[in-house]
T-cell receptor
Framework: EAEVAQSPRYKITEKSQAVAFWCDPI?????LYWYRQILGQGPELLVQ????????DSQLPKDRFSAERLKGVDSTLKIQPAELGDSAMYLC????????????FGPGTRLTVL | KQEVTQIPAALSVPEGENLVLNCSFT??????LQWFRQDPGKGLTSLLL?????REQTSGRLNASLDKSSGRSTLYIAASQPGDSATYLC??????????????FGQGTELSVKP
């Protein structure tokens, strides 16, 4: 069964350093999402792509976060510089159809900022 | 602004018990509602998706209901098992004209089923 792949699974960094997360969606899925989940809370959408275009980044802290999906397939989320409050689980999801299909989630990247 | 609340935040039950998890939302103009399961340190697994025109969905021992007018959904788990222990998340799907469905999550209910 096809799955959403994410790497790394765990990342420990010091504040002010740069970090990057990678996501490979299920083949053929045009829509890709990045979520941030703080411990004890539900995920919150950071950015949504349709193919290579950003369709929603209203909750993305653009002063330090950036996301790209250059060829409309895999995607990278970057934080520079990392802050203590960025410690969270970063989840990637993809869907075939933005309206009717469910979102399939990857295993996530657990980020700890020291 | 749409808000999603799940009660209780945590629940511990003995094996074999039937249980109900609750989800409420403030804006009834939702497209769909979805229940997810999350194991510790893992991603989310979709359990049930209820279309806005539907009242309920069933999958095995799980049954989810939706009452849009009252802003409520429930997830019923029959004959609970230790393997059901996980966090259960409710998400409403709000339709955005040019963006598709946007998931807005509750904070989850952490379920522990004791042998």
């Amino acid at each position: 069964e096809a799955e959403v792949a994410q790497s790394p699974r765990y990342k420990i960094t010091e504040k002010s350093q740069a970090v990057a997360f990678w996501c490979d969606p299920i083949s053929g899925h045009a829509t890709l999402y990045w979520y941030r989940q703080i411990l004890g809370q539900g995920p919150e959408l950071l950015v949504q792509f349709q193919d290579e275009s950003v369709v929603d980044d209203s909750q993305l802290p653009k002063d330090r976060f950036s996301a790209e999906r250059l060829k409309g397939v895999d995607s990278t989320l970057k934080i520079q510089p990392a802050e203590l409050g960025d410690s969270a689980m970063y989840l990637c999801a993809s869907s075939l159809d933005v309206w009717r299909d469910t979102q399939y989630f990857g295993p996530g990247t657990r980020l700890t900022v020291l | 602004k749409q808000e999603v609340t799940q009660i209780p935040a945590a629940l511990s039950v003995p094996e074999g018990e039937n249980l109900v998890l609750n989800c409420s939302f403030t804006d009834s103009a939702i497209y769909n509602l979805q229940w997810f399961r999350q194991d510790p340190g893992k991603g989310l697994t979709s359990l049930l998706l209820i279309q806005s025109s539907q009242r309920e969905q069933t999958s095995g021992r799980l049954n989810a209901s939706l009452d849009k007018s009252s802003g409520r959904s429930t997830l019923y788990i029959a004959a609970s098992q230790p393997g059901d222990s996980a966090t259960y998340l409710c998400a409403v799907i709000k339709g955005i004209y040019n963006q598709g469905g946007k998931l807005i999550f509750g904070q989850g209910t952490e379920l522990s089923v004791k042998p």
